[in-house]
């Protein structure tokens, strides 16, 4: 609580927690003095008997009503959307969710609407995780920025689980001659030592209530992976983000892709979730370099698709290219990173220990034309199970028929 008023003052600070139906089912208060011009924290605790437990299948929400009186007289209120659920990440379990195992079937998604551009009406997210939901989709990486507001609101009233990402670099770039030089000639790199702290803590104080977010990731794909700085900082952040959030059991991740450095720098043990994104050959090194004994896929397939274009022979193929500028709609080509859903799945299957995979991507976004990055008028991925419109190519059928257990496909 700041007093920003000129004199001191004794604060009631009240909390009541209003039920979907608009009940009131718990409340706390506590009088608390306060000086002028000073930040003064208050902590309280509420106890709500029988909650009802936010899920995938009932995503429960409750409104938070804090308010701060003195006498009589209301001077601030703020209400919050929450959800009351439990979270773990257990060695033998893997991911639990109000004590039930969850596998993740998860997604990731960059931040613009396709057609829409940045600025996303709240209609397109909401209509974004309900095509993917009937997929079987239940989880979505923010790849690779703090999220819109809304689509979080979105993920916690439709029940989708959230990985809530902060950085796509620190301060190297991959060329190591060029350590200072981000990955991007006007990137964050400029800004990170002077403002990570800043902008992570905004993340983490907006986002904690979210019951949708799961856990937190601060990097993708960071060229410091391979140092031992990389470790230190992963240390750090995690840190400053368990000091914010006040869930010890939402954890933290980095999507790493430089194996082994990423091991023999100490990163993947620096981790609470291990994670990687593609190379799937160390997944069983990566789980050995750390105690938590899980890892997690933040980053497969990167399979490359058109929706409605059938090219012969049908055939696996890396890079494929064509005149006409598009992809096999057969979902039999990839990148030269990358691979084909069959063996992200396999791998899955045969280790129980993954936690889950995030698909790279769940719709085609703006820019990054891998194969076909220097043709005219290629501007948009071919990565997406959806197309930029939202319109399913033959692999959501397929990521549906492996993913989606409650309905036939």
Same mark, same amino acid.
């Given at each position: 609580?700041?007093?920003?008023?000129?004199?001191?003052?004794?604060?009631?600070?009240?909390?009541?927690?209003?039920? /979907?139906? %608009?009940?009131?089912?718990?409340?706390?208060?506590?009088?608390?003095?306060?000086?002028? &011009?000073?930040?003064?924290?208050?902590?309280?605790?509420?106890?709500?008997? @029988?909650?009802?437990?936010?899920?995938?299948?009932?995503?429960?929400?409750?409104?938070?009503?804090?308010?701060?009186?003195?006498?009589?007289?209301?001077? !601030?209120?703020?209400?919050?959307?929450?959800?009351?659920?439990?979270?773990?990440?257990?060695?033998?379990?893997?991911?639990?969710?109000?004590?039930?195992?969850?596998? $993740?079937?998860?997604?990731?998604?960059?931040?613009?609407?396709?057609?829409?551009?940045?600025?996303?009406?709240?209609?397109?997210?909401?209509?974004?995780?309900?095509?993917?939901?009937?997929? %079987?989709?239940?989880?979505?990486?923010?790849?690779?920025?703090?999220?819109?507001?809304?689509?979080?609101?979105?993920?916690?009233?439709?029940?989708?689980?959230?990985?809530?990402?902060?950085? !796509?670099?620190?301060?190297?770039?991959?060329?190591?001659?060029?350590?200072?030089? &981000?990955?991007?000639?006007?990137?964050?790199? #400029?800004?990170?030592? *002077?403002?990570?702290?800043? !902008?992570?803590?905004? $993340?983490?104080?907006?986002?904690?209530?979210?019951?949708?977010?799961?856990?937190?990731?601060?990097?993708?794909?960071?060229?410091?992976?391979?140092?031992?700085?990389? /470790?230190?900082?992963?240390?750090? $952040? #995690?840190?400053?983000?368990?000091?914010?959030?006040?869930?010890? @059991?939402?954890?933290?991740? *980095? &999507?790493?892709?430089?194996?082994?450095?990423?091991?023999?720098?100490?990163?993947?043990?620096?981790?609470?979730?291990?994670?990687?994104?593609?190379?799937?050959?160390?997944?069983?090194?990566?789980?050995?370099?750390?105690?938590?004994?899980? $890892?997690?896929?933040?980053?497969?397939?990167?399979?490359?698709?058109?929706?409605?274009?059938?090219?012969?022979?049908?055939?696996?193929?890396?890079?494929?290219?064509?005149?006409? &500028? #598009?992809?096999?709609?057969?979902?039999?080509?990839?990148?030269?990173?990358?691979?084909?859903?069959?063996?992200?799945?396999?791998?899955?299957?045969?280790?129980?220990?993954?936690?889950?995979?995030?698909?790279?991507?769940?719709?085609?976004?703006?820019?990054?034309?891998?194969?076909?990055?220097?043709?005219?008028?290629?501007?948009?991925?071919?990565?997406?199970?959806?197309?930029? /419109?939202?319109?399913?190519? !033959?692999?959501?059928?397929?990521?549906? /028929?492996?993913?989606?257990?409650?309905?036939?496909?």
């Amino acid at each position: 609580i700041t007093n920003e008023l000129n004199s001191r003052m004794n604060g009631t600070v009240k909390h009541v927690l209003i039920d /979907a139906e %608009g009940n009131e089912v718990a409340d706390c208060w506590v009088v608390v003095e306060i000086l002028a &011009g000073v930040k003064h924290p208050v902590a309280q605790t509420l106890t709500v008997n @029988n909650p009802k437990l936010w899920s995938l299948d009932d995503p429960y929400l409750y409104t938070l009503r804090s308010t701060i009186s003195e006498g009589d007289k209301e001077l !601030d209120r703020v209400e919050s959307v929450v959800g009351i659920r439990t979270i773990e990440y257990d060695i033998d379990k893997g991911f639990l969710l109000n004590g039930e195992h969850v596998k $993740m079937y998860g997604v990731n998604v960059h931040h613009d609407g396709g057609a829409m551009g940045a600025a996303v009406p709240a209609r397109v997210w909401e209509r974004r995780l309900e095509i993917l939901k009937s997929g %079987g989709c239940n989880a979505i990486r923010t790849a690779h920025n703090t999220p819109d507001p809304t689509f979080l609101d979105a993920c916690d009233k439709g029940g989708m689980l959230v990985m809530d990402e902060a950085f !796509d670099e620190w301060t190297m770039g991959w060329n190591r001659t060029l350590a200072r030089q &981000g990955k991007n000639e006007y990137g964050y790199y #400029q800004y990170f030592d *002077q403002w990570f702290e800043t !902008d992570l803590r905004s $993340m983490i104080t907006r986002d904690r209530n979210s019951p949708s977010v799961v856990m937190y990731s601060f990097g993708n794909e960071i060229p410091e992976q391979s140092t031992a700085r990389g /470790a230190a900082l992963t240390r750090e $952040m #995690q840190t400053l983000v368990h000091s914010l959030d006040g869930d010890p @059991n939402r954890l933290c991740t *980095q &999507g790493a892709s430089s194996f082994p450095a990423a091991i023999e720098s100490g990163v993947t043990a620096a981790m609470e979730i291990p994670a990687a994104t593609y190379r799937l050959p160390f997944y069983g090194a990566i789980r050995a370099s750390n105690g938590l004994g899980i $890892m997690l896929g933040a980053e497969t397939a990167s399979t490359v698709s058109s929706r409605g274009t059938y090219a012969f022979p049908d055939e696996p193929g890396m890079m494929v290219k064509r005149d006409c &500028g #598009q992809s096999s709609g057969y979902d039999t080509e990839y990148c030269s990173w990358s691979n084909l859903p069959d063996d992200d799945w396999a791998v899955q299957e045969d280790n129980p220990w993954t936690i889950g995979e995030f698909v790279w991507t769940g719709f085609d976004y703006l820019g990054e034309p891998t194969p076909y990055d220097g043709y005219w008028p290629s501007r948009s991925s071919y990565f997406g199970i959806l197309d930029l /419109a939202g319109l399913p190519k !033959d692999r959501y059928w397929l990521y549906r /028929a492996h993913w989606n257990r409650s309905s036939p496909t």
